[in-house]
């Protein structure tokens, strides 16, 4: 339903929007890729958490931005934006949480006919934080030092009764 409304907003109200300058609508990767041709090089709203790592061309780089439903996107920006950009997520931490503002490519003729967002503007909204992988590991380390002292034991025991009956 929230796609089928900004369908009809772009073919009924985008001329009016465009008239008084209304901000660009927000999506999710999901959207944009279900409605490709609909907003194929319209200037787009997107939001999400940055992933990966930062992919450097001369002047450009590439940096994928993870939406809140756990699809991601490439986006092609101007270095001078990336350079605002902090914290890139991994396992060990959350990645930047960015607004970004850019013209949508289903079929990128620049990039080889991959899916791309071309960034006009960025936007930090919450800086990323490392994550605390130690919580994981405590009780990993408990549990296979307890494993091994069992199994330790069990031999032990296996070993005395044998030569015991023997």
Same mark, same amino acid.
């Not at 999506?27 to 930062?54: A, C």
């Not at 934080?129 to 034991?153: A, Q, W, Y």
């Given at each position: 339903?929230?796609?089928?409304?900004?369908?009809?907003?772009?073919?009924?109200?985008?001329?009016v929007?465009?008239?008084f300058g209304?901000?660009?609508?927000?999506?999710?990767v999901? +959207?944009?890729?279900?409605?490709?041709?609909? &907003?194929?090089n319209?200037?787009?709203?997107?939001?999400?958490?940055?992933?990966?790592?930062?992919?450097?061309?001369?002047?450009?780089?590439?940096?994928?931005?993870?939406?809140?439903?756990?699809?991601?996107? #490439?986006?092609?920006?101007?270095r001078?934006?990336?350079?605002?950009?902090q914290? &890139? #997520?991994? &396992?060990q931490t959350? #990645?930047?949480?960015v607004?970004?503002?850019?013209?949508?490519?289903?079929?990128?003729?620049?990039?080889? #006919?991959?899916?791309?967002i071309?960034? +006009?503007?960025?936007?930090i909204? +919450?800086?990323?934080?490392?994550?605390?992988?130690?919580?994981i590991k405590?009780?990993?380390?408990?549990?296979?030092f307890?494993?091994?002292?069992?199994?330790?034991?069990?031999? &032990?025991?296996?070993?005395?009764?044998?030569?015991?009956?023997?």
């Amino acid at each position: 339903m929230k796609l089928l409304f900004k369908i009809l907003f772009l073919y009924c109200l985008m001329p009016v929007a465009l008239t008084f300058g209304i901000e660009p609508l927000q999506f999710t990767v999901s +959207e944009l890729i279900n409605g490709k041709q609909l &907003y194929n090089n319209l200037t787009v709203r997107f939001q999400g958490e940055v992933i990966g790592q930062r992919l450097s061309k001369t002047t450009h780089v590439w940096i994928n931005i993870l939406d809140s439903e756990g699809n991601a996107i #490439g986006t092609y920006m101007p270095r001078t934006l990336s350079d605002q950009i902090q914290h &890139y #997520g991994t &396992y060990q931490t959350t #990645g930047d949480k960015v607004l970004i503002e850019g013209i949508y490519h289903s079929k990128c003729d620049e990039h080889g #006919g991959d899916t791309d967002i071309h960034v +006009e503007k960025l936007v930090i909204l +919450e800086r990323g934080t490392p994550r605390n992988t130690d919580k994981i590991k405590t009780p990993l380390v408990v549990g296979c030092f307890t494993l091994f002292s069992i199994t330790m034991l069990l031999v &032990y025991l296996k070993k005395k009764f044998r030569l015991s009956s023997s």
